[in-house]
T-cell receptor, first 117, second 121 residues
Framework: GAVVSQHPSWVICKSGTSVKIECRSLDFQATTMFWYRQFPKQSLMLMAT?????????EQGVEKDKFLINHASLTLSTLTVTSAHPEDSSFYIC?????????????FGPGTRLTVT | AQKVTQAQTEISVVEKEDVTLDCVYETRDTTYYLFWYKQPPSGELVFLIRRNSFDEQNEISGRYSWNFQKSTSSFNFTITASQVVDSAVYFC??????????????????FGQGTILTVHP
């Protein structure tokens, strides 16, 4: 079946530095990818929609200048957390729908655990 | 706006008991999809089922079964004869069925708060 990978699976960085997380669709093309964030013991919240060849769409309350999203190809979307702070520590998960018509096939990556010290 | 409510924050059962996880949703869309995902301690989401809004037929897959009732906007999940390996967080989610103008709202999922299921031996 379709697979979505994320890299790295976990990362620890110092406050003030930037961290890039990659999301790849391994055997299908994804014109759209989604980035979710999950704080400990909480649900997944959509951060933004990554669109290949155009600007990402951010959910209300998500700072686009802090969470930079680049969807440079049909198989890769990157999320860069700029000037990370401890409150950005979270589990980041990407997903990609496989169909061009509907979202009914959603494949999730394994997630990236970010810890900012 | 879409909303998914999982009223049960935590459920604890003893192995072999049956357990039902509740999910109630709100949407103005006439066409939509409902999902259940399992999240074990590793964090990776495991897809369990997808249902579209036109298919109210209940489904059974092994020890798992789902009851979709459009009249009450509910999509409940039952595990029969629970096992320790079923211990995880379970999420119910709702998705639009088609992209809207501009495509920016296409396919995103709205998740419920999650239910922590603990099955004791």
């Amino acid at each position: 079946g379709a697979v979505v990978s994320q890299h790295p699976s976990w990362v620890i960085c110092k406050s003030g530095t930037s961290v890039k997380i990659e999301c790849r669709s391994l055997d299908f093309q994804a014109t759209t990818m989604f980035w979710y964030r999950q704080f400990p013991k909480q649900s997944l919240m959509l951060m933004a929609t990554s669109n290949e060849g155009s600007k990402a769409t951010y959910e209300q309350g998500v700072e686009k200048d802090k969470f930079l999203i680049n969807h440079a190809s049909l198989t890769l979307s990157t999320l860069t957390v700029t000037s990370a702070h401890p409150e950005d520590s979270s589990f980041y998960i990407c997903s990609a729908p496989t169909s061009g018509r509907a979202s009914y096939e959603q494949y999730f990556g394994p997630g990236t655990r970010l810890t900012v010290t | 706006a879409q909303k998914v409510t999982q009223a049960q924050t935590e459920i604890s059962v003893v192995e072999k008991e049956d357990v039902t996880l509740d999910c109630v949703y709100e949407t103005r869309d006439t066409t939509y999809y409902l999902f259940w995902y399992k999240q074990p301690p590793s964090g990776e989401l495991v897809f369990l089922i997808r249902r579209n809004s036109f298919d109210e037929q209940n489904e059974i897959s092994g020890r798992y079964s789902w009851n979709f009732q459009k009249s009450t906007s509910s999509f409940n999940f039952t595990i029969t004869a629970s096992q320790v390996v079923d211990s995880a967080v379970y999420f119910c989610a709702l998705s639009e069925a088609r992209g809207k103008a501009g495509g920016t709202s296409y396919g995103k999922l709205t998740f419920g708060q999650g239910t922590i299921l603990t099955v004791h031996p």
